[in-house]
């Protein structure tokens, strides 16, 4: 199973970025998928996550904010985040579980600041 994660970059507060992940080795549509981030000197956070059969949940600081969303057909994950502001900076993992053993993708960096 291979998670490649991609989009991040530096954005003004206030802008936007699509993040995606493309998966391989797996059956994609039979598995949740998730984004965690983890900001400098802080723990990783789940950011969202969206299950196999498209119900999605968001950490409360992202509601409103980011969506989550699946092509099966294209075997990606995307994470929409508007309105980005400072405290979204931090390296963004893709991550799912697969017969109990969890694979992650090798993180992109998001970077909010004027």
């Known amino acids: 199973v291979q998670l490649q994660a991609s989009g991040g970059g530096l954005v003004q507060p206030g802008g936007s970025l699509r993040l995606s992940c493309a998966a391989s080795?797996?059956?994609?549509?039979?598995?949740?998928i998730d984004w965690y981030r983890q900001a400098p000197g802080k723990q990783p956070e789940l950011v969202a996550f969206?299950?196999?059969?498209?119900?999605?949940e968001y950490v409360d600081s992202a509601k409103g904010r980011f969506t989550i969303s699946r092509d099966n057909a294209k075997n990606t994950v995307y994470l929409q985040m508007n309105s980005l502001k400072p405290e979204d900076t931090a390296v963004y993992y893709c991550?799912?579980?697969?017969?109990?053993?969890?694979?992650w993708g090798q993180g992109t960096l998001v970077t909010v600041s004027s």
């Open positions: 080795g797996i059956i994609f549509s039979n598995h949740a």
């Open positions: 991550h799912l579980v697969a017969n109990s053993t969890p694979y």
């Open positions: 969206v299950t196999s059969r498209g119900r999605t």
